[in-house]
């Protein structure tokens, strides 16, 4: 039983290791805190387990976009949202306008 313990620590570790070096390969240089991307890779390596605990804590910035949190922009504030109410605003017009010339189309045919 202890070496199957053993044996799946050893396989966590390993497998927490090899996500943190993808992850940092992976991610975009301008998101790495602290010292460049490929320091980052070389602690990771060099480091094991602590230097991948070193990068989720330390290294890798959790914002999102221009610094900015996705979680800080509430709905008003963010553009995407806006465009799309006012998307959504259009096309609702658009139905609408289509529907009244439909109706008027029925209402001509049903009166010759």
């Given at each position: 039983m202890r070496a199957f313990l053993t044996l799946a620590a050893g396989a966590l570790a390993i497998g927490f290791w090899v996500?943190?070096?993808?992850?940092?390969?992976?991610?975009?240089?301008?998101?790495a805190r602290g010292i460049p991307k490929p320091a980052w890779v070389i602690v990771i390596l060099v480091l094991n387990i602590i230097g991948g605990a070193l990068w989720f804590i330390v290294g890798k910035d959790r914002t999102q976009g221009k610094g900015r949190s996705r979680i800080d922009t509430a709905p008003d504030d963010d553009p995407t949202?806006?465009?799309r109410i006012a998307t959504d605003a259009e096309q609702e017009e658009r139905i609408r306008q289509l529907e009244r010339e439909i109706a008027d189309l029925d209402d001509d045919s049903k009166n010759p």
């Open positions: 996500y943190a070096v993808v992850d940092c390969s992976l991610t975009d240089a301008r998101r949202f806006l465009r």
